[in-house]
Nanobody, 125 residues
Framework: QEQLVESGGGLVQAGDSLRLSCASS?????????LAWFRQAPGKEREFVAA????????YYEDSVKGRFAVSRDNGKNTLYLQMNSLKPEDTAVYYC?????????????????WGQGTQVTVSS
């Protein structure tokens, strides 16, 4: 059974940076065609943030985070990362990592096979 574990969340001020990590305790990351980050703010649906292909050559971002966030993966360490810069209060949410075996529909949360438990990110103004 795959288990994904996020870490790195916290309370920061607007303009600060954070790096989230997602480690796999089961299958190696190279098995997954897509790894992604989603987030869910209070009272809102879980939304796509960023995704990365198996090789790391292809990355995808939600418009509001383009130029501020960077997704990366280290298949040797079975770890997914999300570098978040210039954080804004509207980035406040629980951030989840997700994995799937197929390389399409990168932004559809219902297509992902495994999920982490989430890590809280709070950005104060």
């Amino acid at each position: 059974q795959e288990q994904l574990v996020e870490s790195g969340g916290g309370l920061v001020q607007a303009g600060d940076s954070l790096r989230l990590s997602c480690a796999s305790s089961g299958r190696t990351f190279s098995s997954y065609a897509l790894l992604a980050w989603f987030r869910q703010a209070p009272g809102k649906e879980r939304e796509f943030v960023a995704a990365i292909s198996r090789s790391g050559e292809l990355t995808y971002y939600e418009d509001s985070v383009k130029g501020r966030f960077a997704v990366s993966r280290d298949n040797g360490k079975n770890t997914l990362y999300l570098q978040m810069n210039s954080l804004k209060p509207e980035d406040t949410a629980v951030y989840y990592c997700a994995a799937r075996y197929h390389p399409d529909y990168f932004s559809r949360r219902e297509e992902y096979d495994y999920w982490g438990q989430g890590t809280q990110v709070t950005v104060s103004s």
